[in-house]
């Protein structure tokens, strides 16, 4: 195996940077991020003429984007991305001919699998809501599971299956949506980290970025993990925590399984190289960071309801976010300089575990190596789902984060939904759901679905 071979998803993130030769003067919108929210609204904006640029301070895709597990599934979903979910799935469908470049998208279903009544229970929730909204969905015997995870000596009860859910390649969708977007029009500016805001009357005028300004009248953030940093350097609040997800890939191998299958054991999907990429079933972690403090009142339902996979730990995270300013001069280095790429090392212990329940789940596999490992920072809600919407406060400023684990699958469509909302062209995609002010309004946050 060639060293090419053993980084292919690092490769989003590890090549070089390399600054803009110039930016703009103005553009009528200015999207922070470069993940896929970011890319996929640049490039609805381009397809509808609007002048957009998007700002990236490390690599497109370098981050959450560029790490996730490569689902594209609206089984589990909470009702509120329900909508977005099915229309981003029309898009995914049509994706690899409107951007001429191959992402790896197919439909092989989606299993979640239950391992006692209880769970059976638990899962046949979702057949009502399925049935609602027109998703075919169903309930999996034993034996007919056994057929679809082939030559697993696993004693299940049953599953829920949706044979339209898929899945993509994250290290090939993310740029080939970030191309299509430049040749529609879009400018995406590279290594170039936006600082902060300028204002006329309350209202955005400007964005600061470290290689100059750039005059605009609408700003989206879209800046996954970081959000919560930038919107506080503005005086607004946003209730957002991180949680380490812990990933890895196989070697090409014998196929036990098409589609993508959660398990207690196991999070497990088939890779277009003809291995898998997999992560643990019944792990995440949480470092405590002073936002944790700061916002564990409104996060008490999520944590709850994670309470079974949720591992705590404190150290240097905790000082490291202590030691972030709240705000900082626009004419010097930031915390977005500083850290190009938020790239967090792969849990070993985590790690250890995967291997354990990869070769418990499926014996025929326990020679098959693991090529290759990564983490990353999944951003969260109290409710488990996105802000997408306007901030009042400053007239010109929208936010497009906190998709907690869910961004990926549904990246097309957000971008669509969101390129919708800064135009004021109606999608058909309701959004009202997500704003901002839920948090903070007195609606009851209630977690529907799980990071």
Known sequence: M????????????TQPLVAPAAIPEMADVVIIGGGIVGVSTAWFLAKQGVDVVLCEKGHIAGEQSGRNWGWVRVQGRDTREIPMMLESQRIWDSLQEETGEDVGFVRRG???TARSEKDMRSIDDWIGIADEYGIESRILSAAELKAHLRGSPVDWHGAIYTAADGRAEPHKAVPAIARAAERSGATLLKSCAVRGLETSGGSVSAVVTEHGSIRTSTVLCAAGAWSALFCRSLGVPLPQLKVRGTVARTAACENVLDGNVYDQLLGIRRRQDGGYTIAHGTIIQHPITPSTLRWSF????????ELKVLRLSIGREFLDEWRLPK?????????????RV????PDPGVLKGIRRNLNRMFPQLADTPIVESWAGMIEMTP???PVISAVDKIPGFHLATGFSGHGFGLGPGAGKAIAGMLTGTDTGIDISALRYGRFFDGTPIRPQSNI
């Not at 705000?327 to 850290?339: G, I, S, Y």
């Open 383 to 385: 409710d488990v789902v």
């Open 2 to 13: 060639t060293q090419a071979d053993s980084t292919i998803v690092a490769s989003t993130w």
């Open 342 to 345: 938020l790239d967090p090392e």
């Open 110 to 112: 989606c299993f979640f």
């Open 298 to 305: 409104k996060f008490i339902p999520a944590l709850l309801q």
């Open 327 to 339: 705000t900082w001069a626009l004419d010097a280095v930031t915390p977005f300089e500083e850290t």
